[in-house]
Structures are given as structure tokens and as C-alpha cells.
């Protein structure tokens, strides 16, 4: 079983805490000045204080792709920056669990997370379209859309209301679509199963009698270790081996 899909990688940015990131976005409005910015300035020669900001992860920062996406991007804002923005990145759970950073970022009690945009399918059900879309188009075919068809407009706007700025930072290839506990041989071995699914995908196997559940990715294994689950999908096959779900889903 296998699907087509392109998986986006995205950092949130809150409208909160005296920083508003979505005017950066506008043609018409300059970037925004140290005040505007949560910075002071330092005197006469035009310095400003760096801006630092706590970044939550819904990936380990040694995760393959997109752990090390993660820690580049904050590599290379300090790098174009010259240091006056500082991100410092939160390993999962380290500020809040994955599945609640939404929030935390839309209430200013975060200053940015680093994630997939369905992890908040049940906040805006139309980011499902904006990531791991089962059968959908190649990377070449989804940056077209998205860049060159207006649909990064239509994704930014989407948050808008949530008082999030979002930005895509990062894709990557075609995942697989499951590790399984028991060997399946036809669709109604799926009749009954409770897995881990995500997005789209998820109510594509709903339909053939799988239970689904969002976990995020650091919580699959203890799932399936555990039998709380009978089986899961979750990414490309170097960082799913990373996570060893063959250790217990041998299918």
C-alpha cells in the first residue's frame, strides 16, 4: 500500500507578544522597527536588541529532514539576520505537546512552533490540502501551485484569523502509508484496526473500517509498543527507521 504524497513543513509565528509578523508579508508595510519588533534601541548608532524567540517542535532536532530542517532554519535566520533575530529551538513536549502548540502559539504563550500544517486539521480542516494529500501532485506540480497559482496566499490567509503568520519552510518526498502489527492480505483485514493516520489520508481509511487517530510522531512508538494501537503511518522510510517502528510493526 503506498500513496503519492508531499509533506510541508511550516513555522507558526503568533500575531502576539507586540510582534506582528504578518505585516511583514504586505507590500505596502516595511519591515517593523525595533519597537514594533519587541526590541529597544541602543543609541545613536542605530543597533537594535536582538529579537529571541522560543520555538516548540513537533520534531526532534535529530530527527531526519525534519528535525535537521528545524535547526537550519534557525541556523540561517541568525546567519541573514546577523544575529539580531535569535530562534532557539524546544525539542517536542519540551513547551508544549505537539497537538496543543496551535494554541499556544495563537495565545502568544510561544512565540513560533516548527510542525506540519495537518497536525491542526481539526482547527482549519482546509490545511489538509496543504499537506501529505494521498495520490496528490509531485513536489514539482505542489510548488507550482503553491507559488505559482496563489495558493501560499490562500495558506497564509487561512491563520489569519487565528493570529498566526505561517510560512512553508520545508517539504519532502513521497511517504508510505503503514507498519502494521498483523500481516494484511486484503481490505478487510483493515476492518477494525485502530492506526495512527494523518490528515486526508485519514478518512480515506475510515472508510475502509479503520478507527484513526492523530498521535504526533514522537508518540507512535509508545503506541504501538504498548498496542494501543495495531498499526500506523507517519513518513518517508528513513525517518520512519529512525523512529524503529519496525521493531514492533513487522508488516
Known sequence: MGRTVVVV????????????ASQWNTEDSAAPSAETAG??????????????????????????????????????????TGGTVKIQFFEPNALVPPLEMFDAVSQGSIDAAWASAGLWAGKIPALQFFTAVPFGPGIGEYLGWLYADGAEKTYRDLYVPHGIHAMHCGLHSPEGS????EEIKSIEDLRGLKMRFFGLGARVMEKLGVSTQLLAGGDIFPALELGAIDAAEYSMPVIDLNQGFYQVAKH
Open 9 to 20: 513543513l511550516a513555522l507558526l509565528v503568533g500575531a502576539a507578544g507586540g510582534f506582528v
Open 39 to 80: 526590541g529597544t534601541g541602543t543609541g545613536g548608532d542605530g543597533d537594535v536588541a536582538p529579537i529571541r524567540w522560543k520555538m516548540a517542535s513537533a520534531f526532534g532536532s535529530q530527527w531526519p529532514i525534519q528535525g535537521e530542517l528545524g535547526i537550519h532554519l534557525v541556523e540561517q535566520v541568525g546567519r541573514v
Open 178 to 181: 503503514g507498519w502494521f502489527r
